[in-house]
């Protein structure tokens, strides 16, 4: 004789969707109280009644909705309809699942609320059942209005289909169909033009294969509004110039020829060494500028020289010299103009011809310094580069130097070589944000051997302290080699890298003088590269 089986506890259908109607019993089988399925421990048994007799599914009427602009044939294609649900009219859309039977109605209800009945869950898409497996394109909306706006100016011949919940659940909703979707050549996501739903087309596009996915832009909030305005062109428009879907920074050729055909005008500045200008082509803004050589060879001097020529051509300068105080910069550009050491003398130069020099360079009002004296490891140097480009406005900087502003960046780094890649690379990310040009100063590392660069030992790229990163991120290197116990007092300038135009080799010969603490050029020629 058969044992009666015992209830045990409560469990989802997985016909109807409900989340506790179901029964299931000691020997394994459950029953549905809600859809009437019986499930046994071993099969399926196939009692349940038609869906679509078992939910309350709520009477509608077809008819045209004139303020939307949407016609009868439509609507009768979506069977989207209206009628009344607790006293209120709705719009009813009706869903189905893959056999093709109405599982779901939303219910759209005058305050732009939405009710559900029977198992969304189930369904597809909707309008999806309306359309063959697959085909040339798909357009994907972000509501069914919107989908039967879409359809309607195509004379409802050409797939078109919505999310079920909006922006929030358009992932989602794709996700569980994208089999059926990955069958057509294109898709073309035209979701609302209000920022969610931006963002729901930029993740729905991520779903799909490359180049499948199409994100369309609108010039106004959704289909239908382009509809009610009488742009159905435009909308069609719109839908077949849909750009392809591609990940931040990925780039067609095919989308290039407005740009290539505009000839690029670099806007550079000289140097204030004319045959340094030959290899170089002059300084431009948007360029990392490393500039390097052993202590005392005159790093400090060609910046200062650099600066006060910057300032002659109007341009603004940022100036942060770490190892000199503010007072001794702001004398050595002034000392450059006047041709005159100033921090070592001012004899010669009365009050009104220094402060004629004042508001010329430092005083002009394009000159600005950074007083670090006294601040700590917490200070961000990036962040006060950063100030400089975007409140004051300037157009170069000169950062000297390097490996003493590390300190300043990072104090929680330990190893020098990861110091100086993590600085450089900010350094040239800031460069890209802000459109600076930064002439940036580096040391080098000690040489094998006895002889030091201080004595004249070639410098290379692989001289270059700390870091292979300075290299590969710099746009132009430029080293200066001199021999501090020669008596001629002379610096050869080598190009060492030249992103710009790829010219390296020597480029000039420096003559520092003592009495005016200028640099000259001397009459020499730069060589091949």
Avoid at 411 to 422: A, C, N, P, S, T
Wanted: include cysteine; proline fraction near 2%.
């Amino acid at each position: 004789m058969k044992q009666e089986s015992e209830f045990i506890h409560h469990a989802p259908c997985n016909v109807c969707g409900s989340k506790d109607n179901a029964a299931v019993y000691s020997d394994g089988h459950s029953y549905c109280f809600g859809c009437g399925h019986i499930e046994s421990g071993d099969e399926i048994v196939n009692t349940t009644p038609n869906l679509e007799k078992q939910i309350n599914f709520i009477d509608y009427e077809v008819v045209e909705l004139g303020r939307r602009k949407l016609d009868i044939n439509t609507l009768k294609k979506f069977n989207y309809g209206v009628g009344s649900s607790k006293g209120k009219p709705v719009q009813v859309a009706n869903y189905y699942n893959t056999e093709n039977q109405l599982v779901a109605q939303k219910l759209r209800y005058p305050d732009k609320s939405f009710q559900w009945i029977g198992d969304a869950k189930d369904s597809v898409l909707f309008g999806q059942q309306l359309w063959r497996d697959k085909g040339k394109m798909v357009v994907i909306t972000e509501g069914e209005i919107d989908a039967l706006s879409v359809s309607r100016v195509q004379e409802n011949k050409w797939p078109v289909v919505s999310v079920k919940s909006g922006a929030q659940g358009a992932k989602r909703d794709i996700q569980r169909q994208l089999e059926w979707l990955e069958n057509f050549e294109q898709v073309v996501i035209m979701f609302d033009q209000d920022e969610p739903g931006k963002k729901a087309a930029i993740e729905c596009a991520k779903l799909f294969s490359p180049n499948k996915a199409k994100i369309c832009q609108l010039p106004l909030k959704d289909a239908n509004e382009m509809l009610v305005a009488g742009k159905t062109k435009e909308l069609i428009d719109c839908m077949w110039s849909s750009k392809a879907y591609r990940p931040d920074g990925i780039v067609s050729g095919a989308d290039l020829w407005e740009t290539i055909q505009k000839e690029d005008t670099y806007v550079s500045v000289d140097y204030p060494f004319p045959l340094l200008n030959v290899k170089t082509h002059g300084l431009r803004k948007s360029e990392l500028v490393t500039i390097t050589a052993g202590s005392g060879v005159g790093k400090s001097s060609f910046c200062r020289h650099v600066a006060s020529h910057l300032l002659q051509n109007n341009y603004s300068v940022g100036y942060i010299a770490l190892e000199e105080t503010v007072k001794r910069s702001a004398l050595g550009v002034m000392g450059i103009n006047l041709q005159k050491p100033l921090h070592l003398t001012r004899e010669g130069v009365d009050t009104k011809e220094l402060e004629e020099c004042f508001k010329q360079t430092v005083g002009s009002g394009n000159f600005y310094l950074y007083n670090h004296f006294g601040s700590t490891a917490s200070d961000n140097l990036i962040s006060k580069i950063r100030y400089l480009a975007k409140a004051c406005n300037v157009d170069f900087v000169i950062l000297d130097h390097l490996h003493i502003a590390l300190s300043a960046v990072g104090e929680d780094m330990g190893d020098e070589r990861k110091l100086i890649d993590y600085t450089v690379t900010k350094l040239r990310t800031l460069v890209e944000e802000t459109g600076i040009g930064l002439i940036l100063v580096s040391h080098l590392r000690r040489p094998e051997g006895n002889r030091g660069y201080e004595d004249g030992v070639a410098v290379s790229m692989n001289s270059l302290r700390g870091s292979a990163s300075i290299g590969q991120l710099s746009d132009m290197i430029i080293s200066m080699q001199r021999d501090l116990q020669a008596d001629d007092n002379q610096t050869q300038l080598h190009i060492l890298k030249n992103r710009f135009s790829g010219e390296t080799g020597k480029a000039c010969t420096l003559q520092y003088n003592l009495d005016t603490g200028c640099l000259t050029q001397t009459e020499d020629f730069a060589d091949d590269f």
